[in-house]
């Protein structure tokens, strides 16, 4: 390919608009980057550009079959009958309910120290009850997907109405006979909340909500089993997000040895969090290729996706804060109450806790108490969505702050810098927790990337600006939200690299890809420390069968942990190939280099060489016996971390409101952000960019709405509007490496949710300046209908 | 299930003799029978992930039944590259980092070149509005809008 054969100076690269990138003193590794920092186009493309994207629907096996779930479309009732004789009159291989799979237990949750959740996990099929539209009943399994739809179309389901709890802050209800639909309630306190608040000057009290939304992903959700009974290893395709841990967890459910289950990745189509749990329909296809000993395929289609795949984001706080004459909060009291739809999945509490450890956000906050209602609804249930309890913990502090300016006269902007966490103060420890991990932000400088922020868009002349347009009769205004971001979530990663005898470099990892670049960041890594070009590296990732340890790809991990761990596998493996080359050349390991896939000496690249290929050629089994090495030039690496890091941001938008149709058009949109060290801008950009565009969606148009009795209102994306072009405006981007982590050695930060969290916050602000009313936005999504509702309400 | 019937459908300039239930979309067969790309994100319109070529216009594959297809000429993202030369929306694609998961980019591409074969000095404006058809969740559509003017200019001056 014309693109393959460039040489590594010639590769396009983006970074004229990435030239503004600032950097400080980058984390230093002991080898000159040729790489890392650059922003070099994708190893991934070039399939999914031209045809060659294997997502789940393309996967096929021999003699599949085609499974369609059944589907409950009450929101809350006891199942009386279900009658399958139609469809299995029909044409069908097969319908199994409840009764089919009694020995599946419920899908579990994470490890936590929170008590008594087991009762509240949800069964693969509905037993004696179903909890929400959308709960599987039945499934069907057919010889073609279109008859399997078919024939689920023909199965009656008798179900006899119960209440119904569409909201979470209703008083809690009965999940079952002695289970109420509050299982536990998150609590976190730290200093004396309470005299604080008796004896403060101000206090600021907000009543906030976020609406119900989630990842949405392109692709809707599939999974293909297929039981291999000459080997007894079950496989499933489609797999992403969690190999190994969900390998694990389906040998559970399944009672199989972990080692008799492969699962393997393929294109994915977006993960944002909800892709990659496990959920009923990915234990029924192994459970049905298993039964059948024939592969079975499960793809569902979108109305499925929008009624059976993790919600996230709703949530009600009612906070409190006290504060001094100067704006400086002296502590917060929260109380929100969480609507985690009918079950407890995968995630157990996580959201809310992550809420509640995550809410004072960059500020210096003396006194914090939390109390968060985890309440069951008769809704989808919800779990992650990226940047999860933090574009709801962000929106809420956020608003606070503009609430604090407003109360004591004091600008939106100074009254911030007064609450920040200064520099001189990192690392700062927050006396709360998070899944037993204290808060650490490790390192950052909010008040000095707000300034360049402000400086990059020009906020006095900008503001001066709109002032002269709201004068003339425009409702314009702009809007700043801060934010820090919790990512790399440890404690371990490790990688395997292997240089093979044509010279290709593979490194072996338990990552997983959702679509972000993996694959090329890592080879960045790699090619950075052996000398090699990236492109000479294959990155092999969401395989449970290549490499025994995993731990996947989530929470904005993957560049720092199992970057770091090829940081260091890297490293080893250089070492390795550098002793060898010493010995060859009779030179201290010092005196050479790797340059091109060659060990030279330093200062005579046209010297005495050996490639990488040739190095790997030599270290054969046979030849062990004389030198006594190991065989293969390989290496390992681990990378442990038990810290996470904190990268941080500012948003500033500009909106204008049109006063008639309630309407919002984001006009500007800068993120700036501290990612630590970029490892490529690019890629980097391209994350916050993305979930700039997502935190837009959230804040102006998606929702998931019900109405009273449970009936999901938000079926299809005719209903569930996602941003298009139009709505999302281009996005200034400023990239900054001022705070490396000094938890890693290349000082990286994630950035996979690092521009989400604050957009519904930003807005929210924007808004009320242009509409001249501090306060007024309460509620996400702010759709034009309740903008207009907010301005009659004002009289406008 | 229904009876099938014979159709010949013309792909990327290829014949594909084959028998299909009148109700099969036209996105299905193209993946399922035809080996070819078309994405189905929404199955009803909306995202338009399932973009192809029909006669030169961009057309959702989703809202088709294959049968319809018959004697139309339909272009995947296959008819694309030449041999192994990119199409300058593809290579405008790697290097303005215009896609990430890369589901929607089959659609975006068929969407682009239907739009810039039709007429190779769309306006800005219009090119915004040609776009904001068809939904990209990981990008945020800057970068594809980047990518396709990079490469308009590339189809115009050749």
Known sequence: MEYFDLQLEELPLVSDRLDRLERTTSAASNVTSTQIGRAVTRLEDLPLVSGGGRFAASISFPRQLHMRVVRADHAHGKILSIDASRALAHGCVAVWTAKDVTEVPPIEFRPTSVKGLEPYCQPVIARDRVRYVGEPVAVVFAEDPYEAEDAADLVSVEIEDLPVIVDADQPPGEFAAGYSTEPTVIRKVYGNVDEIFRTAGVVVELDLSIGRHSGVPLETRGAIANYDVARDVLELHAATKRPHANRDMLARLLHRTPSSIHLYECHIGGGFGVRGEIYPEDVLVCLAALRFSRPVKWIEDRRENLIACNHSRQQHHCIRAAVDSHGRVLAIDDTFFHDQGAYVRTHGTRVAEGTAGMLPGPYRVPAYRVTGHYRLTNKTPAATYRSPGRYESTFVCERLMDAVAAKTGIDRIEVRRRNLIAKSEMPYVRPVDIRDHQVVMDSGDYAGLLDKALARIGWDDLYAHLKRRRASGEAVGAGIGIFVERSGLGPVDGVRITVDSGGSIEVVTGAASVGQGVETVLAQIAADVLGVDYRMVRVVHGRTDRIDYGFGTHAARTTVMTGSATHIAAQNLRAKALKIGAEMFDAAVDTLDIVDGRIIRKGHPEGASVTLAELASMLTPAAMAKTGRDPGLTAEGWFHSDAHSYPYGVHIAVVRVDRETGDVKVERYLAAYDVGRAINPMLVEGQIVGCVAQGLGGALLEEFVYDPNGAPLSTTLADYLMPTAHDVPDVEFLLTEDAPSPTNPLGIKGAGEGGISPVGATIASAIDDAIGVAGAVTQLPVTPMRLRAILRGLGS | ?158
């Open chain 2, 1 to 158: 299930m229904l009876d099938k019937i014979d159709i010949e459908l013309t792909v990327n300039g290829h014949a594909y003799a084959l028998r299909v239930e009148p109700r099969r979309i036209l996105a299905d067969v193209l993946r399922e029978q035809c080996g070819l790309t078309a994405n189905a994100g929404c199955e009803h319109g909306v995202c338009g992930s399932c973009t192809v070529l029909i006669d030169g216009e961009p057309a959702r594959s989703c809202l088709m039944f294959a049968v319809q297809a018959q004697g139309k000429q339909i272009r995947t993202v296959e008819s694309l590259a030449d041999g192994n030369r990119l199409h300058p929306l593809q290579q405008a694609f790697i290097d303005h980092h215009a896609l990430q998961c890369g589901f929607c980019t089959p659609g975006f591409l068929m969407l682009a070149c239907g739009a810039l074969e039709r007429d190779p000095l769309l306006s800005d404006d219009d090119l915004l509005n040609v776009l904001s058809s068809n939904l990209c969740r990981c990008t945020g559509y800057q970068n594809i809008i980047r990518a396709v003017r990079a490469a308009a200019t590339q189809m115009r001056t050749g």
